[in-house]
């Protein structure tokens, strides 16, 4: 099968000679991709990749998928049966694995992505979760979104507006959802353009980059924006055992560099930068972007309470101390200028 996919190479995207290999011994890391080539992840993980092999001295390789080899649930086997070396995720597709590291997606955590980002790895790493959560990979880096917020066919500015519209949603919002009055489709941001267009949903829990990442302007003309996002979805950079362990030191030490909070904040930034061309696109498609009045969002943040309460629970019943988790979480957010 991987002999018919097609890659995009990094010198494609990011012309440089420091990141072409110097010796014919160069190794080469493959990278699996599921997105669209207009999402900006397509271009962020080519640039990640630059990075990599700038700090192996050209040594290393690094090629990334434009054809999917998964659907989106199936991208971390992808890197554990080592059908790819690494491969990137959303920890909410696979319900249960990941329990720590979705804490993340309580609602009003995160300002921006770039500064989530760092937060997530930074809070992750010290609280020894990767290895936990990641034992059977060897865990590159993780990062967040910018600010879900709603994007609706019409216009909501109250929870009485939102009672009843279906939304799309991906695993981590269908309790969000409910509990806002609203009625949650699950499913894969990949399906959400099909699901708009024909009607099956109403709406959609997105960050802003979204609307270019899967073409939403025409079909979510309204945007209702939240202080720190009604969640945050974490994503995580994992690849295979075996690879790993055959690399050089050199090639070790350069993902390591490239990865971790430096990884973070560079996948990070780009998020920020993919909300803003979002935005544009939205106001010049002349849709209608309004932020939550203060009074709706305390009845809102009442109402996702809950939410909080349920995951604690379910952290709880994996081994973790979800309030510690939480309270360490926010003061690591708040702790990065």
Same mark, same amino acid.
């Given at each position: 099968m991987s002999g018919k996919v097609k890659y995009l190479a990094v010198g494609a995207v990011v012309a440089s000679a420091a990141f072409v290999p110097v010796s014919a011994q160069a190794e080469t890391v493959r990278i699996a991709n599921w997105v669209p080539s207009v999402h900006h992840m397509t271009n962020t993980l080519a640039e990640w990749a630059a990075s990599a092999a700038k700090a192996s001295g050209g040594k290393l390789t690094l090629t990334v998928d434009k054809t999917a080899l998964a659907k989106p649930p199936g991208q971390y086997d992808l890197a554990v049966n080592g059908i790819r070396d690494v491969a990137w995720g959303v920890p909410a597709y696979t319900p249960g694995r990941f329990v720590a590291l979705r804490l993340w997606e309580m609602p009003f955590l995160s300002p921006s992505a770039e500064l989530g980002g760092q937060a997530a790895w930074m809070w992750y790493e010290k609280n020894g979760l990767a290895a936990k959560e990641f034992a059977d990979t060897h865990l590159l880096t993780v990062w967040v979104h910018g600010p879900g917020i709603l994007h609706t066919k019409k216009r909501i500015a109250?929870?009485?507006?939102?009672?009843?519209?279906?939304?799309?949603?991906?695993?981590?919002?269908? &309790?969000?959802?409910?509990?806002?009055?609203?009625?949650?489709?699950?499913?894969?941001?990949?399906?959400?353009?099909?699901?708009?267009?024909?009607?099956?949903?109403?709406?959609? &829990? &997105?960050?802003f980059e979204a609307i270019r990442g899967f073409r939403l302007e025409k079909l979510v003309t309204h945007h209702l924006l939240v202080p720190g996002g009604l969640y945050t979805v974490p994503f995580f950079l994992t690849m295979n055992k075996k690879k790993w362990a055959s690399l050089s030191r050199n090639a070790q030490d350069a993902l390591n560099k490239a990865g971790g909070r430096a990884g973070a904040k560079l996948i990070g930034k780009h998020w920020d930068e993919g909300d803003k061309i979002g935005m544009k696109i939205a106001r010049d498609n002349g849709n209608t972007i309004e932020e939550i009045t203060p009074a709706e969002f305390k009845k809102w943040s009442a109402r996702t309470d809950k939410i909080v309460v349920e995951y604690l629970a379910k952290m709880k019943k994996a081994g973790h101390d979800g309030e510690a988790l939480l309270a360490d979480l926010k003061a690591t957010v708040a702790s990065i200028k």
């Amino acid at each position: 099968m991987s002999g018919k996919v097609k890659y995009l190479a990094v010198g494609a995207v990011v012309a440089s000679a420091a990141f072409v290999p110097v010796s014919a011994q160069a190794e080469t890391v493959r990278i699996a991709n599921w997105v669209p080539s207009v999402h900006h992840m397509t271009n962020t993980l080519a640039e990640w990749a630059a990075s990599a092999a700038k700090a192996s001295g050209g040594k290393l390789t690094l090629t990334v998928d434009k054809t999917a080899l998964a659907k989106p649930p199936g991208q971390y086997d992808l890197a554990v049966n080592g059908i790819r070396d690494v491969a990137w995720g959303v920890p909410a597709y696979t319900p249960g694995r990941f329990v720590a590291l979705r804490l993340w997606e309580m609602p009003f955590l995160s300002p921006s992505a770039e500064l989530g980002g760092q937060a997530a790895w930074m809070w992750y790493e010290k609280n020894g979760l990767a290895a936990k959560e990641f034992a059977d990979t060897h865990l590159l880096t993780v990062w967040v979104h910018g600010p879900g917020i709603l994007h609706t066919k019409k216009r909501i500015a109250t929870l009485e507006d939102l009672k009843g519209v279906k939304l799309r949603v991906g695993g981590g919002g269908i &309790f969000l959802a409910k509990q806002l009055g609203a009625v949650p489709v699950a499913m894969p941001a990949t399906k959400a353009h099909e699901s708009l267009l024909r009607g099956i949903t109403a709406g959609a &829990f &997105f960050p802003f980059e979204a609307i270019r990442g899967f073409r939403l302007e025409k079909l979510v003309t309204h945007h209702l924006l939240v202080p720190g996002g009604l969640y945050t979805v974490p994503f995580f950079l994992t690849m295979n055992k075996k690879k790993w362990a055959s690399l050089s030191r050199n090639a070790q030490d350069a993902l390591n560099k490239a990865g971790g909070r430096a990884g973070a904040k560079l996948i990070g930034k780009h998020w920020d930068e993919g909300d803003k061309i979002g935005m544009k696109i939205a106001r010049d498609n002349g849709n209608t972007i309004e932020e939550i009045t203060p009074a709706e969002f305390k009845k809102w943040s009442a109402r996702t309470d809950k939410i909080v309460v349920e995951y604690l629970a379910k952290m709880k019943k994996a081994g973790h101390d979800g309030e510690a988790l939480l309270a360490d979480l926010k003061a690591t957010v708040a702790s990065i200028k």
